[in-house]
Structures are given as C-alpha cells and as structure tokens.
C-alpha cells in the first residue's frame, strides 16, 4: 500500500515510511492510494474473532508489505494483552436502539490507548528491522500524551516530548504524564492552549533542518497509522450489532477529529454505517461547519471535556480531501485559506456531501454535566464528560432508519472525577494500577508559546544523553 500526502507536494511511502515520518514534507496528511474494501461474507468472517486477531486483520492491508500478517498478529496481541477487560473492547446496552463501546480499558483509561498501545509495538518493530531511532513530538489535550507516554518510555530507540497546555487538562490527565519517571520522556507545558500545541508540533515538522536533525515523527492522528489502528473497534462494534447484515450509526464524541475519521474509513472499506454523528463542546467548530457549513476558528475556550477543547482539527484535511475528490491542489489550497484567514470556504457541493453522512451537536458545560446526570439517573451508567457528549448526541439523533447507535465511550470516569461528582454526587475512583498518581513527584519543563524556545528544549533534552 502506498500513502500520497493531502497536498500533493511529499514523497510518497509505504506504511513503514508513514509510521516514520509522522507528516508529509508539504504540511499534508499521508492518505492510502486505496480503500481496501470488503464484501460482506468478508466481514462476516471476522466475526467473533478476538480483538488482537480482527485488529490485526482489518489493518493488514494498510500495512501492507512493511509488516508480515503475522508478525503483526503478535504486535496487536502484545498490544492489547494489558488491557483489563477480556473483551477489550466491551459493548454496553443503554437502552433498546443505543450501546456504548467502552474504549478505557488500556492502561491510560482512554481511547488512545487503542491505537497508541499498538504503535509502540510498531515504532519498536520497524525501528529496530530499521536499525533507526527517532524523536517524537506530540501536543495533547489531556489523553493523547499519556497514552502515547505509557506506549513509548524507556524504549531505547525513541525520545518522546508531548506538549501540553498548561492548566489547560485534568489534574489526573496532567499527572498521568508528569508523573512518569522514565529518561527518555520529556514534558513541556505550554503557555497557551491545545491549538498553539498543535500549531507548534506542524512547525517544528516545517523546520526541516530541526525534523531532519531529530527525526522527528508524529504520534497525534496526523500519523496515519493512529487512524489505522482505530478502524478495528468501529468493525468490533459494528460486527457485534449485526453488520454487514445490519446497518449501524456511530456517535462520537471529537475534537481532533480522528476518532470519527476512523469511522469514516471503516464505512468506506464497505462497512454499512448509516450516520456518523459527531459530538462537541462549546469549541463547536465541526457543528457549525455541519450545520452552516460555517468553518471558522474562534478561540479555544476551556470546557469540562478538556480533551475536545481544539478548534483547528486536524484530520478534517483528510475528509477533506475525500470530499473535493482527492484533489490535493484544491485542499492545499482551502487548508493555506483557513491558516491565512481562520474561515474555510468548503465548495459547497462538498459541504453537502459532508451532511449527508454526518450530523453533529454541540453541548455547553451546563448540558453535559446534565447529560452525565440524565444518562446515570435513567440507565445507571457513568458516564466521563467526553462519553456523556458522545452519547447525548447519539441520543439526540433523530435517523430516518432503525440502525442501532453506537457511541464511543472515550475516556474513563475516573479521568474526570470532578466533573462526574458535579454532576451525580458521586466520586470515580482511579484503578488499582493508577492509585498512586496523586501523590507522585510531577517532571515537567515550562515553556512559552513561541517555537525557538520549545525547539531549543527538545533539541537540549535528546542531546542530554546518547541513547540516540
Ligand atoms: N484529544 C486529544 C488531542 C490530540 O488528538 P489526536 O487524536 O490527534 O492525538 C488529546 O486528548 O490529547
């Protein structure tokens, strides 16, 4: 399989490649020449098949021939072997026509550990066949750095710096990255928010003697491969509701929209999803792109679901892409627009396109602490802000078809322990395995939102010492 960057202007690679490099050389996203579709006695086969096993094979055919199916079979069974749920991805009834996939059962509590897990055991494999080692540089709202911590320390061949903005994630979400005593990690707490994170991650990539020096790489969803490795649950979810002989509906709770980008491709593979509903906070970029086709970029305004507290979202390029017909010179084009001007003029014909598969809702602190009160008082399930969002738009939903919604339990309750008890009185506490986090001694290194100075510290801490 081989992957072409969104705007046209990168070298194109195979898997191994884009694993590597993280983000195209053009500021673009890797995107697969190819959809590796599915007929339906196709997916029929992977059902009941355990979550490393069907993992392993819906990503196959992106990895193609950087990873044999089964040396990719035992990184996905290494991956998901410490996850504290047998199904690893286990799917609960809410009421008769909504489930949730709780995807918080990995060592982090939260989804990223799904992909994240495996990609640390692929940076491991293709590193070593490689005889490589590289630098990682990743900006989080709360849960991408500590999964992508828990997946990459004390992995010789790799330094990880994750920036987060300060003050801006939960207390346990911070202290589940600060708290990791591990000398190949690095943490920089930036003052400003995810967006400035963000931004400053793409502009060390643009320095191209800094990624060249580090080589850097990526393990936000701008890497292609944190897409890939997402894809398994919705078909996991999906299989379990009856597809390929059942339609289904996913709700997702986004702020980088990568989650729900996932969806969109297992869909595209052949999978028969009707709707992609989409839930937000008060950082509503993505509603109000779906409802007015208005994409415009106010400032991040911190939230209860600090995770979803972005307004530029990256992989709305990878839609993007898809929507204008995979034309690079035109995505280039509107996504140089939106950096300019803060507004993207999305054609209209592609907004349309968009609508048609998705539809979104946006819920203010006030309406999520009640959306976790209304789904604990009337089902008994807590919710984690994030999920309650997730699951209030599925529930909002009004489908033309009786395709079962499935919403995307994100994070655990225990991430969030002080929005949960606002609003349901009662406290969630932390696993066994993270009982001590509170009290930990926390490492992390302050810096200014300005470039120069994060480079100079990243530059200082992977010369620190020579396991590079
Ligand atoms: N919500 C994320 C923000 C980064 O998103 P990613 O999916 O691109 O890694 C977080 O919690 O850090």
């Known amino acids: ?244 002989d059942r339609e289904v509906a996913f709700a997702v709770p986004t702020g980088n929209f990568g989650n729900v980008l996932a969806a969109w491709a297992a869909r595209r593979m052949g999978l028969p999803v009707s709707k992609l509903i989409i839930g937000s906070n008060r950082n509503d970029i993505l509603t109000r792109f779906l409802a007015a086709n208005d994409m415009t970029a106010k400032g991040v305004a911190p939230s209860l679901s600090p995770s979803m507290d972005i307004q530029v979202s990256s992989n709305f390029e990878r839609l993007l892409f898809e929507l204008v017909d995979r034309d690079p010179t035109v995505t280039a084009q509107l996504m140089q627009d939106f950096r300019k001007t803060g507004h993207m003029p999305v054609p209209d014909a592609a907004w349309k396109k968009a609508t048609a598969l998705f539809q979104g809702l946006a819920l203010s602190d006030a309406e999520t602490s009640a959306a976790i009160r209304q789904i604990h008082d009337t089902t008994g399930y807590l919710a984690d802000p994030h999920s309650a969002i997730g699951i209030a738009a599925g529930q909002a939903a009004k489908l033309p078809a009786p395709a079962p919604v499935i919403a995307m339990a994100t994070a655990h309750p225990a991430k969030f322990p002080d929005a949960v008890e606002a609003a349901t009185g009662i406290r969630p506490s932390l696993p066994p395995h993270l009982a001590h986090l509170m009290t930990g001694e926390e490492r992390l290194t302050r810096a200014p939102n300005d470039l120069a100075s994060v480079e100079s510290l990243i530059r200082a801490f992977v010369g620190r010492n020579d396991q590079l």
């Open 1 to 244: 399989m081989r992957y072409f960057s969104t705007r046209g202007q990168a070298e194109p690679r195979d898997f191994g490649g884009v694993l590597l490099a993280g983000l195209a050389e053009d500021g673009g996203l890797f995107m697969p020449e190819s959809w590796p579709e599915r007929s339906a006695a196709e997916w029929r086969a992977l059902r009941d098949l355990p979550y490393a096993e069907l993992a392993a094979q819906v990503m196959h055919p992106f990895v193609g021939e950087t990873i044999s199916l089964d040396v990719l079979r035992g990184l996905c069974e290494r991956a998901y072997a410490g996850f504290n749920h047998p199904a690893r991805v286990p799917m609960v009834q809410l009421d008769s026509g909504l489930w949730v996939q709780e995807l918080f059962h990995g060592p982090t509590l939260a989804f990223k550990d799904m992909a994240l897990q495996l990609l640390g055991q692929l940076f491991e494999h293709v590193l070593t066949e490689r005889n490589e080692t590289v630098t990682i540089v990743g900006a989080t709202s709360g849960d991408t750095g500590s999964a992508a911590i828990e997946a990459c320390r004390d992995r010789s061949r790799i330094k990880i710096a994750i920036l987060h903005p300060e003050g801006r994630t939960s207390e346990v979400q911070r202290r589940q990255m600060t708290t990791v005593d591990a000398s190949n990690v690095f943490n920089i707490a930036v003052d400003g928010t995810f967006d400035d994170c963000q931004d400053m991650v793409k502009g060390l990539f643009a320095d191209t003697a800094f990624r060249g020096d580090m080589k850097l790489t990526a393990v936000n969803s701008i890497n292609w491969a944190r897409i890939a490795a997402q894809i398994p649950y919705y078909v996991a979810a999906a299989l379990a509701m009856g597809a390929p």
